[in-house]
């Protein structure tokens, strides 16, 4: 009987894009950032990246929080240290909420739909392991056609041990290990994700279309590199075999 064959996939930031995020603060707050020479895409970049850092420190010393609170409670923070004295006066609680609205709504990458029924056609299982909150990530996938069933989709809120631990990768990968399966994929558009998954034991797969630059002095050869989702699924295809 052939073995199984398994990709897990982080969501948001890899089949998931933060357009909508950075389309809402230009909405809201694009002129009074402009004023203070903030574009608002950069600004939305820095508020996504720093709430990954608390989130990651908040988890490491034992006070794991989830990822979307942490994200709008540090709102006047981002502002404040994007030179703006007064944040109050650029992004008020009106704002705050019609950002978090368009956040719980995030649409697919391009090619995101496709990269997954390529995989399942070639055979494989497709999981989904987040640091969001399982009903949100849920619904950005079923909202855009993605099937995933629900035990496949996997949240770090249920452990409270956040990405990078690798006590955030490790009960999936002992557990499809031990279900017979090949050695698992894991699939991310951050390379500090993939790569931290594959020092755990995954096989590595990563997608240039969030970061640009995949850095491999920094994190180091993945078995698969790509430009687009589909072209990764292609790839995790081809070195099956």
């Known amino acids: 009987m052939p073995a199984n064959k398994n990709v897990v996939f982080d969501v948001v930031g890899t089949l998931v894009s933060y357009d909508r995020i950075y389309n809402a603060i230009d909405t809201r707050l694009g002129?009074?950032?402009?004023e203070h020479g903030v574009q608002p895409s950069f600004?939305?970049?820095?508020?996504v990246e720093v709430a990954e850092r608390e989130y990651t420190y908040l988890s490491v010393s034992g006070a794991y929080t989830p990822y979307a609170t942490i994200f709008e409670k540090i709102f006047h923070r981002m502002l404040y240290q994007a030179g703006i004295a007064d944040p109050?006066?650029?992004g008020t609680d009106e704002d705050l909420a019609y950002i978090m609205q368009e956040y719980a709504n995030l649409d697919l990458r391009p090619g995101a739909l496709e990269?997954?029924?390529k995989l399942r056609e070639a055979?494989?299982?497709?999981?989904?392991l987040t640091a969001g909150?399982?009903?949100?990530?849920?619904?950005?996938?079923r909202n855009a056609g993605v099937e995933m069933p629900s035990e496949n989709l996997l949240s770090c809120d249920t452990a409270g041990v956040g990405k990078p631990d690798p006590g955030a990768y490790r009960p999936l990968l002992e557990r499809l290990k031990t279900e017979g399966g090949e050695k698992p994929?894991?699939?991310?558009?951050?390379?500090?994700d993939v790569s931290a998954a594959r020092r755990t034991g995954f096989k590595g797969a990563y997608c240039t279309v969030y970061e640009k630059q995949?850095?491999?002095?920094l994190f180091g050869e993945m078995e698969v590199t790509a430009d687009s989702l589909p072209e990764m699924a292609a790839g995790i295809i081809a070195s099956e075999g």
Do not use: I, S
């Open 31 to 34: 002129p009074k950032l402009r």
């Open 43 to 47: 600004l939305g970049y820095t508020w």
């Open 88 to 90: 109050a006066t650029v």
């Open 115 to 117: 990269c997954v029924q």
């Open 123 to 128: 055979g494989f299982t497709v999981w989904a």
């Open 133 to 141: 909150d399982l009903n949100r990530v849920g619904a950005y996938l």
């Open 185 to 192: 994929w894991f699939a991310a558009a951050h390379m500090w």
């Open 214 to 217: 995949a850095l491999p002095e």
